[in-house]
Protein backbone atom coordinates (compact mmCIF):
# COMPACT_ATOMS: atom_id res chain seq x y z
CA UNK A 1 0.00 0.00 0.00
CA UNK A 2 1.05 3.42 -1.22
CA UNK A 3 -0.21 6.67 0.65
CA UNK A 4 -0.28 10.18 -0.89
CA UNK A 5 -0.72 13.31 1.58
CA UNK A 6 -1.06 16.36 -0.03
CA UNK A 7 -0.94 19.72 2.25
CA UNK A 8 -0.90 23.42 1.43
CA UNK A 9 -3.42 24.41 -0.27
CA UNK A 10 -5.39 27.49 0.36
CA UNK A 11 -6.62 31.15 -0.88
CA UNK A 12 -4.47 33.69 -2.08
CA UNK A 13 -4.71 36.30 -4.22
CA UNK A 14 -3.43 36.86 -7.85
CA UNK A 15 0.33 38.01 -7.32
CA UNK A 16 0.81 35.38 -3.88
CA UNK A 17 2.68 32.23 -3.36
CA UNK A 18 1.75 29.32 -2.00
CA UNK A 19 3.91 26.13 -1.51
CA UNK A 20 2.03 22.28 -1.98
CA UNK A 21 3.81 19.24 -0.19
CA UNK A 22 3.11 15.64 -1.25
CA UNK A 23 4.34 13.19 1.08
CA UNK A 24 4.35 9.61 0.40
CA UNK A 25 4.53 6.14 3.15
CA UNK A 26 3.95 2.91 2.19
CA UNK A 27 5.72 0.53 -0.12
CA UNK A 28 7.26 3.11 -1.73
CA UNK A 29 9.92 1.43 -3.82
CA UNK A 30 11.34 2.15 -7.50
CA UNK A 31 10.07 5.48 -7.81
CA UNK A 32 10.27 6.52 -11.34
CA UNK A 33 8.42 10.19 -11.33
CA UNK A 34 6.80 12.29 -8.92
CA UNK A 35 4.77 14.65 -10.02
CA UNK A 36 1.65 17.16 -9.58
CA UNK A 37 -1.25 17.98 -11.96
CA UNK A 38 -4.54 20.18 -11.38
CA UNK A 39 -8.42 19.81 -12.46
CA UNK A 40 -10.48 22.96 -12.57
CA UNK A 41 -14.43 22.61 -12.48
CA UNK A 42 -15.50 21.52 -15.69
CA UNK A 43 -11.82 20.67 -17.15
CA UNK A 44 -9.85 17.49 -17.63
CA UNK A 45 -7.05 17.09 -15.17
CA UNK A 46 -3.89 17.93 -17.00
CA UNK A 47 -0.21 17.81 -15.79
CA UNK A 48 1.31 20.99 -13.87
CA UNK A 49 5.47 19.57 -13.23
CA UNK A 50 7.13 16.25 -13.15
CA UNK A 51 10.11 15.43 -11.71
CA UNK A 52 11.91 12.25 -12.51
CA UNK A 53 14.29 10.32 -10.90
CA UNK A 54 16.94 10.56 -13.32
CA UNK A 55 17.23 13.93 -12.24
CA UNK A 56 15.07 15.70 -14.91
CA UNK A 57 12.10 18.38 -14.79
CA UNK A 58 9.02 19.21 -16.90
CA UNK A 59 6.13 21.75 -16.89
CA UNK A 60 3.47 22.87 -18.44
CA UNK A 61 3.83 26.26 -20.63
CA UNK A 62 1.12 27.81 -18.50
CA UNK A 63 3.31 27.85 -15.81
CA UNK A 64 6.85 27.59 -17.05
CA UNK A 65 8.92 30.64 -15.02
CA UNK A 66 6.08 30.95 -12.05
CA UNK A 67 6.30 27.20 -10.91
CA UNK A 68 9.21 24.86 -9.21
CA UNK A 69 8.86 21.55 -8.49
CA UNK A 70 11.38 19.78 -5.79
CA UNK A 71 12.20 16.68 -4.36
CA UNK A 72 13.47 14.92 -0.84
CA UNK A 73 13.84 11.71 -1.73
CA UNK A 74 15.22 10.50 1.81
CA UNK A 75 11.22 11.77 2.85
CA UNK A 76 9.39 10.93 -0.23
CA UNK A 77 8.06 14.09 -0.54
CA UNK A 78 7.84 16.52 -3.44
CA UNK A 79 6.76 19.87 -3.17
CA UNK A 80 5.57 22.76 -5.70
CA UNK A 81 6.38 26.29 -5.16
CA UNK A 82 3.87 28.21 -7.17
CA UNK A 83 4.71 31.98 -7.48
CA UNK A 84 2.98 35.18 -9.30
CA UNK A 85 -0.28 33.11 -8.80
CA UNK A 86 -3.30 33.90 -11.77
CA UNK A 87 -7.08 32.94 -11.27
CA UNK A 88 -6.35 30.58 -14.02
CA UNK A 89 -4.19 28.17 -11.27
CA UNK A 90 -7.59 27.82 -9.61
CA UNK A 91 -8.10 23.92 -9.39
CA UNK A 92 -7.76 21.04 -7.33
CA UNK A 93 -4.00 20.12 -7.48
CA UNK A 94 -2.96 16.22 -6.98
CA UNK A 95 -0.02 14.30 -6.49
CA UNK A 96 1.38 11.53 -8.66
CA UNK A 97 3.57 8.58 -7.61
CA UNK A 98 4.83 6.86 -10.67
CA UNK A 99 6.74 3.44 -9.72
CA UNK A 100 7.70 0.14 -11.74
CA UNK A 101 4.93 -1.39 -10.24
CA UNK A 102 1.83 1.39 -10.56
CA UNK A 103 0.82 4.83 -10.24
CA UNK A 104 -0.47 6.36 -7.17
CA UNK A 105 -2.94 9.57 -6.32
CA UNK A 106 -3.16 11.80 -3.55
CA UNK A 107 -6.57 12.85 -2.38
CA UNK A 108 -6.09 16.82 -3.48
CA UNK A 109 -5.88 19.77 -2.22
CA UNK A 110 -7.59 22.98 -3.34
CA UNK A 111 -6.01 26.12 -4.69
CA UNK A 112 -8.25 29.31 -5.01
CA UNK A 113 -6.51 32.05 -6.25
CA UNK A 114 -8.85 35.35 -5.98
CA UNK A 115 -9.07 38.73 -4.83
Known amino acids: QVQLVESGGGLVQPGGSLRLSCAAS????????MGWYRQAPGKQRELVAD???????GYADSVKGRFTISRDNAKNTVYLQMNSLKPEDTAVYYC?????????WGQGTQVTVSS
Open 96 to 104: NLLTSVGSY
Open 51 to 57: SFSAGST
Open 26 to 33: GSVFSVNA
